[in-house]
């Protein structure tokens, strides 16, 4: 939150009347919402991991809408997205209850000091998407636990970079790596266990990645090939020469790409195009 020249307090969220029980520990809070209108977001551009970059607006600076994506209880830590969080099954609320300490301890050596009773800054969304990377290992498949997993880590490695802009110097780079490196192989392995079909991608709605578009399957299969060309093992040539080739065939079934075919246009298209290239140029240089 900000002031203006009258010291009145802009908001940028608000707790939300209805009230959350945690089916972890029964504490009852309620969610914190974040207020989008009178000019608090502005769009930016589409980074080429499909994420929505917001210009600060003089009134309110920037706003971080990840940061309020997750719902968290405020005392035990237990999170996730917002629909499955009284879904958490019964046999696993104690393995939960007694993870609590863990999962703070660990929140705490990414970024320490975080309070979920106050309003969440940065810092604490970067938190609440870790712990919904965290606490989906408690759920079945039945929900497509993993492709969530996956979509947090890439959610927390964005805020990651934000934090960093605002505060360099402090790591939270290499951090924002560690997260995509995690999210690479989180998709990865959704997408091999819907093949496999252990785990379909049904039990979310909006695939996102970010929240301003749902860029559905196809939005799936393009960021995992993404960060696997950006941050996948380099270190075995012929694995990863068989990785990118697939990738690139993937990218050309999908959207014709290679041919002069644009029945798909849009930016998920502009940028598969741009990955196509970057992959065709690095299999040439294999040859």
């Known amino acids: 939150m900000s002031a203006d020249s009258k010291d009145t307090v802009l908001k940028i969220s608000y707790q939300s009347k209805g009230v959350y029980t945690c089916p972890v520990c029964e504490e009852e809070f309620n969610r914190e919402e974040m207020l989008s209108g009178g000019g608090r977001l502005n769009a930016g551009s589409l980074t080429d991991e499909l994420h929505r970059l917001y210009v600060p607006s003089a009134k309110y600076g920037s706003v971080y809408p990840l940061a309020y994506q997750a719902t968290v209880c405020p005392s035990c830590w237990f999170a996730s997205m917002e629909a499955d969080f009284s879904k958490l099954p019964k046999d696993k609320i104690q ?10 301890k660990e929140a705490e050596l990414i970024c320490p000091g975080v309070d979920f009773t106050q309003p969440r800054g940065l810092i604490a969304g970067i938190i609440s998407q870790y712990l919904v990377l965290r606490c989906y290992d408690y759920y079945k498949t039945d929900i497509s636990p993993t492709i969530k997993q996956a979509i947090a880590a890439l959610r927390a490695a964005w805020l990651l970079e934000d934090l960093d802009q605002k505060d360099q110097g402090q790591h939270y780079d290499w951090l924002s790596v560690l997260f995509k490196k995690k999210a690479c192989f989180l998709y990865s392995e959704a997408l091999k266990r819907e093949l496999a079909g252990k785990e379909s991608l049904s039990g979310l709605n909006n695939l996102g990645p970010d929240t301003d578009k749902n860029y559905g399957y196809e939005g799936v299969l393009y960021i995992s090939g993404l960060l696997k060309y950006k941050y996948g093992d380099t270190r075995d040539g012929e694995r990863r020469f068989s990785e990118l080739s697939e990738i690139k065939r993937n990218l050309a079934k ?6 002069s075919s644009k ?3 849009g930016p998920l298209m502009e940028k598969s195009r741009a990955l196509y290239d970057m992959l065709a140029k690095e299999l040439n240089e294999f040859d």
């Not at 393995?95 to 703070?104: E, P, T, Y």
């Open 263 to 265: 029945s798909k246009p």
């Open 254 to 259: 999908m959207f014709g790409l290679g041919k």
């Open 95 to 104: 393995i939960a209850l007694n993870d609590s300490a863990g999962r703070k």
